[in-house]
């Protein structure tokens, strides 16, 4: 039998079976799940901080330059 895919709870990072949530929330069409009451309403004081994606790591990035 496969093994369920792990979700992560974007507020604390912690990896885990789905069916194990305790709280989700539904946001802009997705579904989000946390391990705890507390992430969620975190997660709920701002939204917007946990749902938008980093840029790229070189994005505005400038190396060091050598000399």
Do not use: H, K, N, S
């Not at 391990?35 to 994606?53: G, N």
Request: glycine share 8%.
């Amino acid at each position: 039998m496969p093994m369920d895919p792990e979700v992560v709870d974007v507020v604390c990072g912690m990896r885990f079976d789905p069916r194990l949530a305790t709280e989700t929330v539904e946001f802009e069409g997705r579904r989000y799940y946390f391990c705890c009451p507390v992430c969620r309403e975190e997660f709920l004081r701002d939204p917007a901080r946990y749902t938008r994606r980093p840029p790229p790591r070189w994005a505005g990035e400038e190396g060091e330059a050598g000399g």
